[in-house]
C-alpha cells in the first residue's frame, strides 16, 4: 500500500547515491567557513510529492496548504504512565480550543503538525474531533518524548532495544493509534543538549529505522545544535539522508549552526515564534540569514503554542494556554512574522514557500535513504 519513493532530493555536492561516512565527515566540517555559496539540497519550485497522513485520512502533499509545523493542542507533563488517558474533559477542552481553530483557518492556514508525543499528553481522538469540525488539517505522530532528563519516557523504553521500539512506532503506523483508525504523520522525539546520551541515541536509530520502512519524517525536540548534528550524524549512520530529519527548536542553535545543517540537508524549525520583547525582530534576523545563505527552501516557522493540563488531579483537571509569550494561541506568525517579513523585503512568493511549500515537502511521506 505505502510506496517506497527513491530520495527525493540530490545531496548537495555529488551526483553519487551513496556518499561515505568520510565524504559526509567533510562536509559537515566544510559548514559556513566556505566563502562560495553552496546549495542547500531541494530543487526550488519543486512541487511537494508525496502523501501525508493527517488525523481524517490521507492527503497529497501538495493539497497540504498553508501549515504551522510544531504546535501543540493539549500536553500533560504528569508522568508517563501516571495517567492512564486523558485527566481533562474532552467535551470542554473541545469547546475551549475550536474558536481557535476556526480563528487559524479564516486567517488562511490549513494544516497543523501537533507534537504532542505518548506519554505527554497526545491525545488523537481529540484531534480528530477537533479537525472534523474546524476544517483543519491535523496530522499527529508516534514515538517518545526523551528531552528533560527522559523522566517522560515509559518504562520499557529504558530496557528494550532500538527495534523493539520501532516495532512499537511501526504498529502504530501500520496498524493505527490506540485502537482508532488514526495513523502518525510523522515520528517525533525529545532530546537533550549533545552531545546525546547512550539512551537518546537509541530513540534516534529506533526513529531512523522506522523511516526506512514508513517514509515517515523525523522530528526532534533539540536543545542545542551539539545534540542536532549528534543526530543527524546517528540517522546518516543508520542510512537516513538527513532530509528526512526535521531540527526542532533550531533557534537554539547559532546562524552558522542553522545553515551549515540546512547544507546537509536537514529541516531548520525556528519554532518558538512568540510576542516577547525582542523576539520578532529575532526571527526576521534569523530568517533573513537563512535566506541570504541560501537555504530559504529548508525553513520552518511555527510557535510552539497550545494548552497544558494544569495540577496533579487525575480527573477533572483543567487546561490552560502556554504562558509563552502569545496570549493568543497559534497568531503571531500571521498576525506579526508575516507583515515583518514583507516589509524585510521577503517577496510574497517566497512567504508561501515558507509556510505552505516547505511544510509539505518537510512532512511528505517518502523513504529518504542515503
Ligand atoms: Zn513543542
Known amino acids: 500500500m505505502f510506496s ?8 548537495c555536492t555529488t551526483g553519487s547515491s551513496r556518499r561515505s561516512f568520510l565524504q559526509w565527515v567533510l562536509l559537515l566540517l566544510a ?25 481524517t485520512g490521507p492527503i497529497q502533499a501538495n493539497d497540504l496548504g498553508p501549515a504551522l509545523t510544531h504546535e501543540h493542542v493539549v500536553t500533560d507533563f504528569l508522568g508517563a504512565e501516571k495517567a492512564p488517558g486523558p485527566r481533562y474533559d474532552p467535551e470542554l477542552a473541545f469547546q475551549q480550543i475550536l474558536p481557535h481553530l476556526h480563528a487559524l483557518r479564516a486567517r488562511g492556514v490549513q494544516a497543523l503538525f501537533e507534537c504532542t508525543p505518548q506519554y505527554i499528553g497526545r491525545d488523537v481522538r481529540l484531534l480528530r474531533r477537533l479537525a472534523q469540525h474546524s476544517g483543519l488539517r491535523i496530522i499527529t505522530n508516534t514515538g517518545y518524548y526523551g528531552a528533560v532528563g527522559c523522566r517522560y519516557l515509559p518504562r520499557h523504553a529504558f530496557e528494550e532495544t532500538a527495534d523493539q521500539l520501532a516495532k512499537r512506532w511501526l504498529q502504530e503506523w501500520l496498524q493505527s493509534i490506540e485502537g482508532t483508525s488514526i495513523r502518525p504523520g510523522f515520528i517525533k522525539l525529545g532530546t537533550d543538549r549533545g552531545p546525546l546520551s547512550p539512551l537518546h541515541e537509541k530513540l534516534l536509530r529506533a526513529a531512523a529505522r522506522v523511516h526506512l520502512q514508513s517514509g515517515l519524517t523525523i522530528c526532534a525536540h533539540t536543545a542545542d545544535g551539539v545534540a542536532a548534528f549528534d543526530q543527524i550524524r546517528i540517522l546518516h549512520a543508520e542510512g537516513v539522508h538527513a532530509d528526512a530529519f526535521v531540527w526542532a527548536h533550531a533557534q537554539n542553535g547559532s546562524d552558522e549552526e542553522r545553515v551549515r545543517a540546512a547544507r546537509l540537508g536537514a529541516w531548520i524549525s525556528l519554532d518558538g515564534y512568540n510576542l516577547r520583547a525582542g523576539t520578532p525582530e529575532h526571527y526576521v534576523r534569523m530568517l533573513l540569514h537563512l535566506k541570504q545563505a541560501g537555504c530559504w527552501h529548508r525553513v520552518l516557522v511555527s510557535h510552539d503554542d497550545g494548552w497544558a493540563v494544569e495540577g496533579e488531579q487525575l480527573r477533572q483537571a483543567v487546561i490552560k494556554p502556554f504562558h509563552n509569550g502569545n496570549p493568543v494561541p497559534y497568531t503571531a506568525v500571521c498576525t506579526r512574522l508575516q507583515p515583518d517579513l514583507l516589509a524585510a523585503g521577503v517577496t ?5 514557500q515558507l509556510l505552505r511549500t516547505n511544510p509539505a ?3 511528505a511521506i517518502r523513504v529518504r535513504a542515503l
Not at 531541494?42 to 497522513?53: C, F, L, S
Not at 510574497?348 to 508561501?352: F, I, N, P, V, Y
Request: glycine share 12%; proline share 15%; net charge positive.
Open 4 to 11: 517506497r519513493f527513491p530520495r527525493a532530493f540530490p545531496p
Open 31 to 55: 559548514g559556513c567557513g566556505r566563502r562560495e555559496r553552496l546549495t542547500c539540497p531541494g530543487a526550488h519550485g519543486t512541487p511537494p510529492q508525496g502523501i501525508i497522513y493527517t488525523v
Open 361 to 363: 515537502r518537510a512532512f
Open 348 to 352: 510574497a512568493r517566497e512567504l508561501d
